[in-house]
């Protein structure tokens, strides 16, 4: 789950960011129920989560983890692109990523009662360990990906992933470079024609 990139795509709107950042959360049509740009986030999540799904660099990456990891491997190339995200200099510096990580905890918080009880857990343990901010560290992206080994009950040790992610690092970060401007691009053009 790339959340550091479902944030930063919603342009500074606080409310589109709160329903974008909880979308994986909102099932079927439960959307249909938020406030208007809450329920606009959600919609752009999943518009985000196709794009990045068809996307030839993200199947690239997706198949430096399938090897081994089979059909788990597509948990892995979001998280590792919010690293490349976190560290990417044009977009963020240390300062900038702490004041970032901030500002979208709180407003998530505003809109927290609009939202299933399981991401409130989730957002409790992503807030208190700062995980946004986190993701800049390859030690905070790794106990990201071990985590979500967990998670999914995987049938494989928690580090193969990390170690995936280790050995492939300069493949990965390019595939980043390449894929996310066009994310962006295609995103200020749906925000566009949408409003």
């Known amino acids: 789950m790339n959340f550091l990139a479902h944030a930063y795509l919603s342009f500074q709107d606080d409310e589109i960011l709160a329903g974008n950042f909880a979308g994986d959360f909102i099932k079927g049509k439960a959307w249909e129920k938020l406030p208007y740009n809450l329920a606009k986030g959600v919609l ?3 518009e985000i ?5 068809t996307h030839p660099e993200f199947i690239y990456c997706k ?3 399938s090897r081994e990891l089979r059909h788990y491997s597509s948990l892995f190339p979001d998280l590792v692109f919010d690293h ?5 200099s044009s977009r963020f510096t240390n300062d900038s990523l702490k004041d970032f990580s901030e500002r979208v905890y709180g407003a998530v918080e505003l809109n927290m009662g609009y939202f299933p009880r399981e991401f409130s857990f989730m957002f409790f343990r992503m807030k208190t360990g700062n995980w946004l901010y986190g993701y800049r560290f390859k030690g905070g992206i790794e106990n990201s990906i071990r985590g979500m080994v967990r998670k999914a009950n995987a049938p494989f040790d928690e580090m193969r ?4 992610f ?6 990965l970060q390019e595939s980043y470079r390449r894929f996310f401007p066009e994310l962006e691009s295609f995103v200020k053009e749906l925000l566009s024609a949408g409003s």
């Not at 989560?49 to 799904?53: A, G, I, R």
């Not at 280790?166 to 493949?171: A, D, G, I, T, V």
Request: glycine share 0%; aromatic share 20%.
């Open 161 to 164: 992933p990390v170690e995936i």
């Open 166 to 171: 280790r050995e492939n690092y300069p493949l």
């Open 63 to 65: 198949r430096m983890f």
């Open 49 to 53: 989560d196709y794009f990045t799904d």
């Open 44 to 46: 752009l999540h999943r």
């Open 84 to 88: 490349f995200l976190a560290n990417d």
